[in-house]
Nanobody
Framework: QVQLVESGGGLVPPGGSLTLSCLAS???????????LSWYRQVPEKERELVAKLTVPLGTDYADSVKGRFTISRDSAQNMVYLQMNSLKPEDTAVYYCHGVFGLSYWGRGTQVTVSS
């Protein structure tokens, strides 16, 4: 059974940095030549928003609101996905979700990020 589990969320002051991690179990990235890893975020009463996407082997894409501040990456050997977030703003506050497509689509349960002083 494939599971994605996020970690690394928490409270951070404006201008600070935070790195989110997503561990994929029940799957090995190395078995796939083409796949997609993404980070989404959602605030109450709003639609889930795509913030970063990594498509193997094509490259990355980011929402305009986070370009230059967020970086998505992966560690294939560890089956990990990361989202490095810098220069955080209060409007970045949300539940962040890890998403992967390996033929089928899989979602994590989310981790809360709160940007506040």
């Amino acid at each position: 059974q494939v599971q994605l589990v996020e970690s690394g969320g928490g409270l951070v002051p404006p201008g600070g940095s935070l790195t989110l991690s997503c561990l994929a179990s029940g799957i090995r990235f190395s078995r796939y030549s083409t796949y997609t890893l993404s980070w989404y975020r959602q605030v109450p009463e709003k639609e889930r928003e795509l913030v970063a996407k990594l498509t193997v082997p094509l490259g990355t894409d980011y929402a305009d609101s986070v370009k230059g501040r967020f970086t998505i990456s992966r560690d294939s050997a560890q089956n990990m996905v990361y989202l490095q977030m810098n220069s955080l703003k209060p409007e970045d506050t949300a539940v962040y979700y890890c998403h992967g497509v390996f033929g089928l689509s899989y979602w994590g349960r989310g981790t809360q990020v709160t940007v506040s002083s």
